[in-house]
Structure formats: structure tokens, C-alpha cells
């Protein structure tokens, strides 16, 4: 795959060799996005295979993808080790727990949220299933996308990307198939609400700043928050098509 740029073309208007480059770009985006969601939602065992088989790193380089992938080209990996660390940073609360989920890194408290949390204060930030969380919701239900990761929780950040992995492939679908209006228009709502996705997701960085806090021993899930902004931004930037 040959290094991409951000198109400002339509569809219709992509020569066989230009919609083939396309529709590469987007399964590849979607492959990412699906890996980010299984490492995210504790799929150790799909986390351990894709270190160990460099999809990361094989995957940014065929995407020329500006993101640091050395500390993810590993092959000593234990995968107990991996579940216990992921239970301990986003799974079980304790010490070194980090909320996986947008609600949790938010800054302003929800307009309207009534909270049974003995953690919560009402009228503090923070809140299990706040705004972020409605936010999500919706917009899985105006593209007919139903999560099966996250725990049912919409704005788990397993489900941020696998839900951003589901729009990639409906891309890499319609731009494999026959061209027309109806197609064109459809891709547009697609990209829209790729960008929409990608906005939710800015609360990456304080979510990678908690990660690297508390991940002090294994380091893996650390360099992934790391990764996983990084790409985030790469997407939004020159990933992602405009139109």
C-alpha cells in the first residue's frame, strides 16, 4: 500500500486504482480500530497474538501512520500477566483503577443525572453514564450499530472503537461495490459520523495520563493509551476522508 492523504473526492469520481487504494485504507482502519476495541475491552488473548504477530506495527506502517509503535514490537508476552493488569487497571476499582469509559474524564458535571454511586457526589464530573455516555448512545442508534463489547456501557472506550471499526468497514463496503448517488450520499454519513466518533474521543489524553500513572509494571497497556491517541489524531488528520 503506498502512503495515503486525506481525499476530498467523491466516490463516483475515483479511478479503479484510486477506489482499490481506498478501500485498503479503509479495512486497514478498521483492522486498528478493531484491535484498539479488543484491547480495551480485556481480550488478552487477541492482544497477546497481534504484539506477537506485529500487527500494530505492520498495520501503521502500511497506513504511514505518524505513531510510535516500537514499545509494541514484543514477543515476551504472558497472557495471565495481562489479564490480571487489565483487571487491575480497568476493570476491578482499587488503587490503580483507571475508568475505561468518557463519563469518568469528564470536566463538567451532566445537566440532568441522578447518581446511586456510593463514589459519586451529586453535581460533581465524573458520573457512570453521564452526557458522553447519552452522547454515544445516540449516535450508535441513528446508524443501527449495536455494541458487543464495553459491557453494555456506550461510552466504554472498547466500544468508542469498535463502533468506529463498524463505520471503516461499512466504508471499505460501499466503496468496493458500484458507484452512484444513493452510494455517495451514503458515504458522507458514514464519514460524518466518523468524525463525530473521533470528537467524542477527546478525552484520550487524560485517560493516557491516568493509564501511565498507574500501569508502573507491566507498561504495556501504557504504551497502548499511548498509541491509541496518537492514531486517533493521525486518523482524524489524514486518515479519515473528506468530502
Not at 504511514?64 to 476493570?91: K, P, S
Request: proline share 5%; glycine share 6%.
Amino acid at each position: 500500500m503506498t502512503e495515503t492523504t486525506p481525499h476530498d473526492t467523491e466516490a463516483s469520481e475515483l479511478d479503479p486504482d484510486e477506489q482499490s487504494e481506498a478501500v485498503a485504507v479503509a479495512r486497514a482502519r478498521a483492522e486498528v480500530y478493531g484491535l484498539l476495541a479488543a484491547v480495551f475491552d480485556g481480550d488478552v488473548e487477541t492482544l497477546a497474538a497481534a504484539i506477537e504477530d506485529g500487527a500494530f506495527v505492520r498495520l501503521a506502517d502500511a497506513l504511514a501512520a505518524n505513531v510510535e509503535t516500537d514499545a509494541l514490537d514484543r514477543t515476551d508476552l504472558d497472557c495471565e500477566g495481562l489479564r490480571i493488569g487489565y483487571d487491575n487497571l480497568f476493570a476491578v476499582p482499587g488503587p490503580h483503577y483507571v475508568p475505561p469509559f468518557a463519563s469518568a474524564h469528564a470536566d463538567e458535571p451532566s445537566e440532568s443525572f441522578e447518581s446511586d454511586s456510593p463514589y459519586h457526589e451529586e453535581g460533581e464530573a465524573g458520573e457512570f453514564l453521564g452526557d458522553p455516555a447519552a452522547a454515544a448512545a445516540k449516535a450508535h442508534a441513528a446508524t443501527g450499530f449495536e455494541p458487543e463489547r464495553g459491557d453494555g456501557v456506550p461510552d466504554h472506550l472498547a466500544v468508542a472503537f469498535e463502533f468506529m471499526g463498524a463505520l471503516c468497514d461499512r466504508e471499505a463496503e460501499l466503496l468496493a461495490g458500484d458507484q452512484d448517488g444513493a452510494t455517495s450520499e451514503e458515504l458522507s454519513a458514514i464519514r460524518a459520523s466518523q468524525r463525530e466518533a473521533l470528537d467524542r474521543l477527546d478525552w484520550l489524553e487524560s485517560f493516557q495520563e491516568a493509564v501511565a500513572r498507574e500501569d508502573a509494571v507491566e507498561g504495556l497497556f501504557a504504551e497502548l493509551a499511548v498509541f491509541a491517541p496518537q492514531f486517533v489524531a493521525w486518523d482524524r488528520n489524514d486518515g479519515l476522508v473528506t468530502n
